[in-house]
């Protein structure tokens, strides 16, 4: 099953097929996202609105629709992907930034309103993640990147997903209305004025969330892809 996160009435129908066939939803992880960047200037309001229209409006859909299921069950967890770029802004994607930091405030708001039902929310933020986008760089700059990472060295995909699967799991269930930076505590802007133009649009990734248990999963997880993916 897929559906446009963007679509408000998509998303109800996909949300109610969902509990159809499997009669619950016990973890959300909203990762669907999309970047449409540019100078604030230059910048069409096509690619603001659209930008917002995934991000955020698409995050608030899936947890509006998913968390009526999660409020008759009294239990259910709900994870949402920010950007460091939410919390620290970053030249030339006042959407994209727009749209992480509006997560992060649904995020606190959320999980202050579900909390009496037993639902935590919490938010992911990751910095720079190695991803097929960022092979493209060159060696020296990926070093210089790096240099401004205290751990250096960039992210991986698997950093982001075992982040998101502490929060999906029991050992995380008095945590609610956090957000979690995975960033190798790096400098978002100063990497970022280096690899303008050359990436500044391809900070995002995707990634698939497995269950590291040695117990069979207990609960399904449930993911929305957006219908356009840069």
């Given at each position: 099953?897929?559906?446009?996160?963007?679509?408000?009435?998509?998303?109800?129908?996909?949300?109610?097929?969902?509990?159809?066939?499997?009669?619950?939803?016990?973890?959300l992880v909203n990762n669907a996202g999309i970047t449409k960047d540019g100078l604030l200037m230059r910048m069409s309001e096509e690619d603001f609105s659209d930008v917002i229209d995934v991000n955020l409006?698409?995050?608030?859909?899936?947890?509006?629709?998913?968390?009526?299921?999660?409020?008759?069950?009294?239990?259910?967890?709900?994870?949402?992907?920010?950007?460091?770029?939410?919390?620290?802004?970053?030249?030339?994607?006042?959407?994209?930034?727009?749209?992480?930091?509006?997560?992060?405030?649904?995020?606190?708001?959320?999980?202050?309103?579900?909390?009496?039902?037993?639902?935590?929310?919490?938010?992911?933020?990751?910095?720079?993640?190695?991803?097929?986008?960022?092979?493209?760089?060159?060696?020296?700059?990926?070093?210089?990147?790096?240099?401004?990472?205290?751990?250096?060295?960039?992210?991986?995909?698997?950093?982001?997903?075992?982040?998101?699967?502490?929060?999906?799991?029991?050992?995380?269930?008095?945590?609610?209305?956090?957000?979690?930076?995975?960033?190798?505590?790096?400098?978002?802007?100063?990497?970022?004025?280096?690899?303008?133009?050359?990436?500044?649009?391809?900070?995002?990734?995707?990634?698939?969330?497995?269950?590291?248990?040695?117990?069979?999963?207990?609960?399904?997880?449930?993911?929305?892809?957006?219908?356009?993916?840069?």
């Amino acid at each position: 099953m897929q559906c446009n996160v963007a679509d408000y009435e998509g998303c109800e129908a996909f949300i109610k097929a969902v509990i159809e066939q499997f009669g619950r939803i016990d973890i959300l992880v909203n990762n669907a996202g999309i970047t449409k960047d540019g100078l604030l200037m230059r910048m069409s309001e096509e690619d603001f609105s659209d930008v917002i229209d995934v991000n955020l409006k698409g995050t608030f859909h899936c947890i509006r629709f998913a968390s009526r299921q999660m409020m008759k069950q009294r239990s259910g967890k709900i994870i949402n992907l920010a950007s460091v770029v939410g919390i620290s802004g970053n030249a030339g994607q006042v959407n994209y930034a727009a749209s992480k930091a509006g997560i992060i405030g649904m995020t606190k708001s959320a999980a202050k309103e579900l909390a009496s039902r037993g639902i935590t929310v919490n938010a992911v933020a990751p910095g720079f993640i190695e991803t097929e986008m960022t092979e493209v760089l060159s060696d020296k700059l990926k070093e210089e990147m790096r240099g401004q990472i205290p751990l250096a060295r960039m992210g991986h995909p698997e950093d982001v997903a075992k982040a998101v699967a502490f929060l999906a799991s029991e050992h995380a269930s008095y945590i609610t209305g956090q957000v979690l930076q995975v960033d190798g505590d790096g400098d978002v802007k100063m990497v970022a004025e280096k690899v303008e133009g050359q990436i500044v649009q391809k900070m995002s990734f995707k990634f698939r969330l497995a269950n590291h248990s040695d117990e069979p999963p207990k609960t399904r997880i449930v993911s929305a892809k957006a219908s356009t993916i840069l």
